[in-house]
T-cell receptor, first 114, second 115 residues
Framework: NAGVTQTPKFQVLKTGQSMTLQCAQD?????MSWYRQDPGMGLRLIHY???????DQGEVPNGYNVSRSTTEDFPLRLLSAAPSQTSVYFC?????????????FGEGSWLTVV | GDSVTQMEGPVTLSEEAFLTINCTYT??????LFWYVQYPGEGLQLLLK?????DKGSNKGFEATYRKETTSFHLEKGSVQVSDSAVYFC??????????????FGQGTILTVHP
């Protein structure tokens, strides 16, 4: 009963490095999204996808890239890490786009950029 | 755009005390409303939700009622336990019928319950 799985859980990067946060879900959900969590700011949407091959920007997309080649996977790429990207990242998924639909979250990835 | 405002924290209570965490929202239509909980070192879990006005969501002794007239969704529990210590997030879904998995979150309220 895996749900939404994120890897890695912890990562330290140097400024300018690139990396990919992996996200996979086994619930056959069409909708997937990435959020970042910063103190006092709640969670903010980075990118989202409404199905394989379809992605769109959220509230804070700069410095991040996504793709959705399969229904199950939705990786988040940091192109050139900056200290401002130090945050906790959450991947989420939901079955469909209805407003009251429950959204499921992964356990988070703690990223520090030095 | 949509927004969610939660009461400032942190909130510190003694075990068995009554809990209220205020949440108000701004939206152009009729959003669905959620409370998520984040225990230390873990991800977010759905605590309860309400999808239309006057609906009451409830789970694990927590309750919240969707009040359209006051645009509020306050979280309450009659008797908190130490195990309720966590961060609580109020959130709303995008309006217009399809949310595309997007939520707008409040800033979170840290709750600490002492024995």
């Amino acid at each position: 009963n895996a749900g939404v799985t994120q890897t890695p859980k912890f990562q330290v990067l140097k400024t300018g490095q690139s990396m990919t946060l992996q996200c996979a879900q086994d619930m056959n959900h069409e909708y997937m999204s990435w959020y970042r969590q910063d103190p006092g700011m709640g969670l903010r949407l980075i990118h989202y996808s409404v199905g394989a091959g379809i992605t769109d920007q959220g509230e804070v997309p700069n410095g991040y890239n996504v793709s959705r080649s399969t229904t199950e996977d939705f990786p988040l790429r940091l192109l050139s890490a900056a200290p401002s990207q130090t945050s906790v990242y959450f991947c989420a998924s939901s079955y469909d786009g209805s407003s009251g639909n429950t959204i499921y979250f992964g356990e988070g990835s703690w990223l520090t950029v030095v | 755009g949509d927004s969610v405002t939660q009461m400032e924290g942190p909130v510190t209570l003694s075990e068995e005390a009554f809990l209220t965490i205020n949440c108000t929202y701004t939206a152009t239509g009729y959003p669905s409303l959620f409370w998520y909980v984040q225990y230390p070192g873990e991800g977010l879990q759905l605590l309860l939700k309400a999808t239309k006005a006057d609906d009451k969501g409830s789970n694990k002794g927590f309750e919240a009622t969707y009040r359209k007239e006051t645009t509020s969704f306050h979280l309450e529990k009659g008797s908190v336990q130490v195990s309720d210590s966590a961060v609580y997030f109020c959130a709303l879904s995008d309006v217009g019928g399809t949310s595309y998995g997007k939520l707008t979150f409040g800033q979170g309220t840290i709750l600490t319950v002492h024995p």
